[in-house]
Structures are given as structure tokens and as C-alpha cells.
T-cell receptor, first 117, second 115 residues
């Protein structure tokens, strides 16, 4: 079974600064995806970014980028130029996509990020 | 409306009552999922479905029942609600085809309180 660990329950950052959220995972699988989801106070789960394990290049979406270290099983999220609207709970999630995986997500416990003005 | 919807958004019920949470998606995604979110646990999978009439247990299935007679609907039933089932419930769906394959799209959630 896969496990996902987010070691930072809470973080804060000043507006316009950069922050990095950590995520590590444990798996014996070789074919998988990793995701970061954002959950603002509205409670809606919003996909921020995804990374395919077979790709060496780190994924980037505007101000959001990841540092994917496959050998270390690490998948951190960097938010640049933080904005007040980035205040949310952030979840790291793992999904294998081979061998009858059924595409289930395994989530970490989340990191609550607060962006201060 | 297009997308994935859940109803009700809020529900208060008493211990021992049967409760059904509804989930409907308009994308014809083959896979659907039910998660519960509790403080300190993140989201945990309750049940999932690969297609109509195909369902299977997730990590925390005890006390829950699901069905999927139509591709677009995936109701979750608490047969005899307990206080430990007080939680926020999320339905999600995904496709295994196309550019957005494997991305799970979530409904807005249902906050259930069992008194």
C-alpha cells in the first residue's frame, strides 16, 4: 500500500514571497502520478498541478511548480509570488495507473497555508 | 449544470437513521469515487466504481453501501448512521482517456452531522 506524508501541518508566508510545501511518498510502483490539490475555505477541491513519474522534467503551472525527486520519493510544491488567494489547505496525492489500480488517490493529511498581507 | 454535483450540501441526522448522499456527473466518466475528509486524516477512500454495476471497497468502507445503476450517478448510503460518520463527504470522477486522464474532479462536498 502507498503512503503519502506531508510533514508540515501549517505554514505561513508573506504576500509576494515564495513558499515550498513538502511531500514524501512510499511506493514500490514504477508507474504513477502525483498531484497537488488546493482546498480553499469554500471547501472545493481544486487540482493545482500533476506530475507523471516517467517524466524527468518538473511540472509547472504559472506560479506553481514542483520539485520531483523520484529516487528520493519526494514531491514538493513551490508557490512563487504568493497571493492572498493562495490561502488554503494543500493536499499531496498519489495514484498508480497500472495493474488494476482503479485510479484511486491516496492523500496526505494536508498542509494549511496562510498568506499574510 | 455540467460537472459533478452533490446533494444535499448539508445534512443533520440522528444516530441509527439511514442517510443517502447523492452524486451526479455529466461527463460520462467511467470511474467514480467517494471520500470522507476528517481533521488530521486528509481524504480517505470509502468506495469506488469502475463502471455501472461495478463497485469495490476502499480504505474505510464499514457502515457504507454504494450502488451504480447508471454511469452518471453514484449514491452513498449510510445504513444506520453513527456519530463517527460525522464528516465531510466528497464525490469525485475521472476518465482514463484524453489529455485530462487520471485527473479527479471533485464535487462540492456534503457536510454530514450525526447527532
Amino acid at each position: 500500500a502507498q503512503t503519502v506524508t506531508q510533514s508540515q501541518p501549517e505554514m505561513s508566508v508573506q504576500e509576494a514571497e515564495t513558499v515550498t510545501l513538502s511531500c514524501t511518498y512510499d511506493t514500490s510502483e514504477n508507474n504513477y502520478y502525483l498531484f497537488w490539490y488546493k482546498q480553499p475555505p469554500s471547501r472545493q477541491m481544486i487540482l493545482v498541478i500533476r506530475q507523471e513519474a516517467y517524466k524527468q522534467q518538473n511540472a509547472t503551472e504559472n506560479r506553481f511548480s514542483v520539485n520531483f525527486q523520484k529516487a528520493a520519493k519526494s514531491f514538493s510544491l513551490k508557490i512563487s509570488d504568493s497571493q492572498l488567494g493562495d490561502t488554503a489547505m494543500y493536499f499531496c496525492a498519489f495514484m498508480k495507473y497500472s495493474g488494476g489500480s482503479n485510479y484511486k488517490l491516496t492523500f496526505g493529511k494536508g498542509t494549511l497555508l496562510t498568506v499574510n498581507p | 449544470d455540467a460537472g459533478i454535483t452533490q446533494s444535499p450540501r448539508y445534512k443533520i441526522t440522528e444516530t441509527g437513521r439511514q442517510v443517502t448522499l447523492m452524486c451526479h456527473q455529466t461527463w460520462s466518466h467511467s470511474y467514480m469515487f467517494w471520500y470522507r475528509q476528517d481533521l488530521g486524516h486528509g481524504l480517505r477512500l470509502i468506495y469506488y466504481s469502475a463502471a455501472a454495476d461495478i463497485t469495490d471497497k476502499g480504505e474505510v468502507p464499514d457502515g457504507y453501501v454504494v450502488s451504480r445503476s447508471k454511469t452518471e450517478n453514484f449514491p452513498l448510503t449510510l445504513e444506520s448512521a453513527t456519530r463517527s460518520q460525522t464528516s465531510v463527504y466528497f464525490c469525485a470522477s475521472t476518465t482514463v482517456q484524453g489529455a485530462v486522464r487520471y485527473e479527479q474532479y471533485f464535487g462540492p462536498g456534503t457536510r454530514l452531522t450525526v447527532t
